[in-house]
């Protein structure tokens, strides 16, 4: 069964920089889209960023544009996330994903494993 466990998260001050890490097992890593999902207190859980299987093709939401980067390494079964200045507004639970085999991951329905999450705390 496939399993994808995050890590890197934590506090940090507005402007600061996190990277988040998302390993998987028990599954063929290449076979699937990855994406990072968040969710803010109180607010729906909504893709940030995505990743084809062959690290081709990237997606950004619109209000991490410029500041956050994905990246795999299908060797090292693992997928990152390079978030730069950072503000409070980023501040949620996020979550790796990936989208169902040799599918796009483009929605939270289109996805099949998911992680457990890794809080993000943007505050001064």
């Known amino acids: 069964q496939g399993q994808l466990v995050e890590s890197g998260g934590g506090s940090v001050q507005p402007g600061g920089s996190l990277r988040l890490s998302c390993a998987a097992s028990?599954?063929?890593?290449?076979?699937?889209?990855v994406g990072w999902f968040r969710q803010a207190p109180g607010k729906d859980r909504v893709l940030v960023a995505s990743i084809s299987r062959s690290g081709e093709r990237t997606y950004y939401q619109d209000s991490v544009k410029g500041r956050f980067t994905i990246s795999r390494n299908n060797v090292a079964n693992t997928v990152a996330l390079q978030m730069n200045s950072l503000n409070p507004e980023d501040t949620a639970i996020y979550y790796c994903?990936?989208?169902?085999?040799?599918?796009?991951?483009?929605?939270?329905?289109?996805?099949?494993?998911w992680g457990k999450g890794t809080l993000v705390t943007v505050s001064s």
């Open positions: 028990g599954l063929t890593f290449s076979y699937y889209d």
């Open positions: 994903a990936t989208g169902r085999i040799f599918r796009p991951l483009t929605s939270i329905q289109a996805t099949d494993y």
